[in-house]
C-alpha cells in the first residue's frame, strides 16, 4: 500500500445549515489536525474562511463559483498543488482532506471528479461524505430545494444542526431523512462541536486503522424505503446466490447507461460467484463506477451479496427485474442453450 | 433459449415502461413474442434461438434488428419509446476505492 494515499472527505448541506460552524469547531480538535481544508463558497465576497478562524498555510478557499459546475478543474488544481506542496515539504503535513462544498452544490459531479482525474489519481481516496442539516428549517429546505435533498441522499453521515435553537429534532424531520437515505447514521452537533473522528471515519477506508470497514460503510437498510410519488429513494438488493462475473458486468454497465445522473450513488458488497472466499466491495457515483476492490475475505458471517441504491426516479422494481433478467440470459447461454 | 429469460424479459419490459413512464402494454403473443402495443411505436421482440449472433429479434414498425442480448433489447426499445432517453457511457474511476 502506497505510504502517502490521503482520505478526502466532502462536507456538504443546504445555505446556512451548520457546515462552517462545525468546521470551525473541528480546526480546534486535536483528533482534526494534520487536516487540510477547502472552502468553497458561492458568492462575490467570501466569508466562511473568516468565520471558520484558521489561517493555516494548508487551508484553501475556493470563490468565484460553485464547485460542481463552474470550478471543477480549479478544485482539480487546487488538489494538485496542495499534494505538491506537502509532497516538497512547504506546507504542513497533512493526512487527509476535507472539502466544504457551497450550499448550493451537488456533490455528486464532486465525487465524480474525485474518481476520474488522472492528475490526482492514486493520491486521494474517497472518504465519507457528510451532510449537515438544520433543524430549525430543514424540513422545508428538504421539502423545497431539489438539492438540499440530493446533499443528504448522498451521504454517508448526516448531522443535525441548531439543536440549541429548536430542540430536538421534530419526527417529521427524521422520517424524511430516514425516507431519502435510511442507511446514514443522524449524528447531532452541538452548537457545532461534534467529535472529528465519529464525523470523518464515514469513508470505506478507515485510515487510522488502515484497514477496510465494509459494513459501516454500506450501512445499509434491509427494507426499501421507496415511496410511492418520491423523486429519490433508497433500497438494497439482496442476493444469497453468487452472482456471475458476467452478469455483474452487464448489470452495472447498464444501469449506467440508462440511469445516468439519476443513479446518485450505488455501493455494495458482491459474492461474485468466481470468487467465492474475496468479496468484491463496488461502488458507483452517477455513470462512473470504481473499479471493483477485492476484499482479502468476508467480513462477516454473511456472504449474500447486498448492494445499496441511492436513485431518483429509479423504481426498485425496474432494477430487480432486470437483474433477473440479464442473470437468467447469463445462466442460458453458460449452458449452451 | 429456455422460457425462463423470455418471461423475465417480458417482466422488464413491464418494469421498464412504468419507470420510464410511458405509456403501452406488454403481452405475450400465441406465438411467444413480446409485444408492446398502445405506445410510441408497435414494438415486437422475438427469441431467436436458432441464429448463432443474435439471440433476439426487435421489430420496430416492421423493421427488423438483431439484439444480442437483453441488454441490447432494453437499448433498442427505450431508443424508440423514449424520447428523451440519451445513454449514459460507463466510465471506470482511476482512482481506487481504497489504497493499493
Redesign the interface.
Known sequence: ??AD?IPISILTGFLGSGKTTILGHLLRQSGFSRTAVIINEFGEVALDHELVGASEDSFIELKTGCLCCKIRTDLVQTLQDMLQRRDAGKCSPFDRMVIETSGLADPAPILQT?????S???R???GGVVATVDTVTGASTLQREDISQKQVAIADKIVLTKLDLNGPAEPALLRRLRELNAGAPVLSADRGKIDSQCLFSAG??DPHAKS?DVNSWLAEEPRSHARHNADIQAYTLVRKEPIGAVTLT?F???L??????DLLRLKGIVNVAESPDRPA?I?GV????????WLKRWPSDDRSSRIVFITR???Q??VE??F???D??V???SVG? | ??E??VD??R??M???L??WRVAGAVQRSRDGAIVICGARKDIRIDAA?SDPMF?WTVTIDGRKRGAI???GV??QV?EALDPGY???????????????
Open positions: 500500500m502506497q494515499v474525485l474518481m476520474t482525474d488522472t490526482i489519481a492514486g486521494l481516496v474517497l470505506l477506508y477496510l452487464l452495472l454497465e447498464t449506467a447507461e440508462h440511469c445516468g445522473a466491495v461502488h452517477q455513470h462512473v463506477f470504481h473499479a471493483p476492490a426516479r429509479v423504481p422494481r425496474w427485474a432486470l433477473e433478467a440479464i437468467a440470459e445462466a442460458d447461454v442453450r | 433459449m429456455s425462463a429469460p423475465l424479459a417482466e422488464l413491464v418494469q421498464s412504468a419507470a434461438p439471440r442480448s437483453v441488454v432494453l437499448r427505450r440519451a445513454a449514459s457511457r460507463v466510465r471506470v474511476a482511476l482512482t481506487p476505492l481504497v489504497p493499493y
